[in-house]
Structures are given as C-alpha cells and as structure tokens.
C-alpha cells in the first residue's frame, strides 16, 4: 500500500489517498502518479510516511523529503514535500526540510510558543 498526496494548482497538499504501490501492475498500469493524476484530475505525487526530517524511519532511503501533510507544500524543484512557513522570519533547513526558528527552542522541559515580534519564545503560563 503506498500514498499519494493529491496537489492544487499551487502545489499545497489537498488530501492524501491510499492507493497501489509503485512496483504493482494492474491492468496495464505502471505509473500510478500519472493513473491517479488523470483519475482525480489533481496532480498527484506518492508519498513515504517512513520519512521526516529527510531520514527513513526504517533505515531505508528517505523519499521526497518527509510525508505530505494536508495544507502543506509540494516543491517541484527539490522534490520535497514541507509544512508552509510557520512565521516570516523562519528559514527552510534544506537538509532536514524543516523550518528553523531564529534562535533554538529551549530545551528545559517547559512549554514555549514564538513571539514573532520580539523574535523570542515565549513560556507558556
């Protein structure tokens, strides 16, 4: 069983669909991108809920980047799906696909939300 990320007309994930894996022919179908492309009328791209961060989780080679989140982002150019920006001044990992903040998050054990306009975090009561 393999996913498949169904895309708008701006590459942000729509909905997420179970469907053949990749190597599975049925009926002449060999591109099951391309079949559930002309099926849904979306554009359609398969899926790996074994990635995030870029890592396989099972020790196998990591695929386009992380799994699809419905609302988040396909990018054509380095074949990755992302998250949308969380804040203007958090800048794309290129390595892990992840958006870093300006400074870490604190690693005390406490919760913390970003403060945008003070560019900090901020402990939550």
Same mark, same amino acid.
């Given at each position: 069983?393999?996913h498949?990320?169904l895309?708008d @007309?701006n ?5 997420i669909i #179970? *469907?053949?894996?990749?190597n599975?022919?049925?009926d002449?179908?060999t591109?099951? @991108?391309?079949?559930?492309?002309q099926?849904? *009328?979306f554009?359609v /791209?398969?899926?790996?809920y074994?990635t995030?961060?870029?890592e396989h989780?099972n020790? *196998?080679?990591?695929?386009r980047k992380?799994?699809a989140?419905? *609302?988040g982002?396909?990018? +054509? +150019? /380095?074949d990755?799906?992302?998250?949308q920006?969380p804040?203007?001044s958090w800048?794309l990992? +290129?390595?892990t696909?992840q958006w870093?903040?300006p400074?870490?998050y604190?690693v005390d054990? /406490?919760?913390?939300?970003w403060?945008? #306009? #003070?560019? +900090?975090?901020?402990?939550?009561n």
């Open positions: 069983m393999a498949y990320a895309l @007309e590459n942000t994930v729509i909905s #179970t *469907g053949r894996n990749e599975e022919i049925v002449g179908i591109d099951w @991108e391309q079949h559930y492309s099926v849904t *009328g554009n /791209k398969r899926t790996s074994n995030y961060s870029n989780t020790n *196998g080679v990591p695929f992380n799994y989140i419905v *609302g982002v396909y990018d +054509e +150019e /380095k990755a799906f992302y998250a920006q804040y203007p800048i990992n +290129e390595q696909f870093d903040s400074i870490p604190p054990n /406490k919760g913390y939300n403060n945008e #306009t #003070t560019q +900090e975090w901020v402990e939550r």
